[in-house]
Nanobody, 123 residues
Framework: QVRLVESGGGSVQAGGSLTLSCLVS????????IAWFRQSPGTQREGVAV????????FHSYSVKGRFNISQDNAKTTVFLQMNTLNPDDSAMYYC????????????????WGQGTQVTVSS
């Protein structure tokens, strides 16, 4: 069973940057795709970005494209979400998730989720 542990959340001023990390362990070929989702109180879960661990191909949601970047380290043990030009609308609990595919931000394609890390962006 793949395990996912997020870290790197915190508080930042609008316009600032944060990088989140998702440590991936005990992965299998059923965990090819790692994605970041976010959810703020009273809202539905929103897909942010997804990455293939095998090819490193990525897809980013329109709302974060050009500001956020998903990547993985050379050892393919950690998936990052680099967040730039943050604004208060980016405040949310951020979760990483693992799934077998396809390359998608549909949460139904992901079977395992981390515990989340909170990001708060102040004006």
């Amino acid at each position: 069973q793949v395990r996912l542990v997020e870290s790197g959340g915190g508080s930042v001023q609008a316009g600032g940057s944060l990088t989140l990390s998702c440590l991936v362990s005990q992965y299998t070929d059923g965990d090819i795709y790692i994605a970041w989702f976010r959810q703020s109180p009273g809202t539905q879960r929103e897909g942010v970005a997804v990455l293939s661990r095998i090819s490193s191909v990525t897809f980013h949601s329109y709302s974060v494209k050009g500001r956020f970047n998903i990547s993985q380290d050379n050892a393919k043990t950690t998936v990052f979400l680099q967040m730039n030009t943050l604004n208060p609308d980016d405040s949310a609990m951020y979760y990483c998730a693992a799934g077998g595919g396809p390359l998608s931000l549909d949460p139904s394609h992901f079977h395992t989720w981390g515990q989340g890390t909170q990001v708060t962006v102040s004006s």
